[in-house]
């Protein structure tokens, strides 16, 4: 079973930063991609930052230049580097992750999330 573990999220004023971590718990063969999305009270759930096994990254509008994302291969682990944070960036992170679990079967993991509060 994968599971992923996620940790970081907290309470931050505005302009400080924050850093969430997300690692796969189990066995698998290979990750695709690992990323973070978040959902704000009463929006959908929006993609934040993805990266690919080769370190490609796709990060949205809303954070460009503020987030950077980053993956440790030999830790099976990815990493969310939020700076200047805006009240806005309130919400629940949730990270996601995809791969090959075994040479026959792939996996798509949801981890459990993390509150991400920016206030004064």
């Known amino acids: 079973q994968v599971q992923l573990v996620e940790s970081g999220g907290g309470l931050v004023q505005p302009g400080g930063s924050l850093r969430l971590s997300c690692t796969i718990s189990g066995s698998i063969l290979s990750i695709n991609t690992m990323g973070w999305y978040r959902q704000a009270p009463g929006k959908q759930r929006e993609l934040v930052a993805i990266?690919?096994?080769?370190?490609?990254?796709n990060t949205a509008d809303s954070v460009k230049g503020r987030f950077t994302i980053s993956k440790d291969n030999a830790k099976n682990t990815a990493y969310l580097q939020m700076n200047s944070l805006k009240p806005e960036d309130t919400a629940v992170y949730y990270c996601t992750a995809d791969g090959l679990y075994n040479t026959t079967s792939v996996f798509a993991s949801w981890g459990q999330g993390t509150q991400v509060t920016v206030s004064p």
């Open positions: 990266v690919s096994t080769v370190g490609s990254t």
